[in-house]
């Protein structure tokens, strides 16, 4: 097994875990470089799921679709506040709009969804892998099935422009909002002063002082994945992780 696992966040059901490596290898590349280490490319993984949330037309029901996603947007529409559904839209622009409430859509009609996700990242993990990296939503996706599986021992979980820190987001039954994930040594969580989705953070504050939050500079380019791969505190995070 490798000895980093990557989890992807929303919007990259048009890629595919090959493309991904080569995307994101280079930035954890960079962000080692600070520090004066490298890796293989037989040292990292991707755990990839966007290929569930890719519409498959030709057994589409489109009446139903159509239903489906209505019921989607209404959900959406009183998410954050009473005009969620205008921010949201305003915020993340018409194409990642329409993208998100067809996510909410498959997420919402699918049961064994989150499930066949949370398999795909355990079967990331062997007894080799030290550190996993997970981006916007793929940190929702490995806190879970952290949680859910204590068993799997982790030296480090770092988080880049998590949305974990909202109070919104649900807890699975029977679990402490707040709790720890799992057997997760070190959790490090690194978010960028111009990420509107992650910004500010209340990650530390929701999960407790064990948390080690950074937070850096992503220009205009506030959450997207690779500055936040290249930077200085994931280098050091991932760099002290390999030197175990």
Known sequence: MAHVAL?????????????????????????LW?????????EVDVCFYGDLFRLDLATLDHDEWQTERAGAEDLL????????????????????YDRTVDMV????????LSETVRERLLYRIGPDTRVVIAHSLGTVIAYNTLL???????????????????????????????????????????????DHIAYPSKV???????VEEHVIDNGHRGHAPEPYLNSRPTGAALARALEL
């Open 77 to 96: 529409a009183g998410f954050g506040d009473e005009n969620g559904l205008q921010v949201l839209s305003q915020a993340a622009g018409k194409a990642t």
């Open 105 to 112: 859509t498959i997420m919402a009609n699918d049961p064994t």
């Open 34 to 42: 600070h520090h004066g280490r490298s890796i293989t490319p037989d």
């Open 148 to 194: 859910a599986n204590p068993t799997v021992q982790l030296d480090t979980l770092i988080t880049l422009g998590s949305p974990l820190g909202s109070e919104m987001l649900p807890t699975d039954e029977g679990v402490e909002p707040g709790a720890w994930p799992g057997g997760v040594d070190r959790w490090v969580n690194i978010v960028s002063n111009t």
């Open 7 to 31: 989890i992807h966040g929303a919007f990259n059901e048009l890629w595919g875990p090959n493309e991904l490596k080569a995307r994101w290898l280079p930035a954890v590349q960079d962000g």
């Open 204 to 210: 530390a504050d929701r999960f407790g002082d064990r």
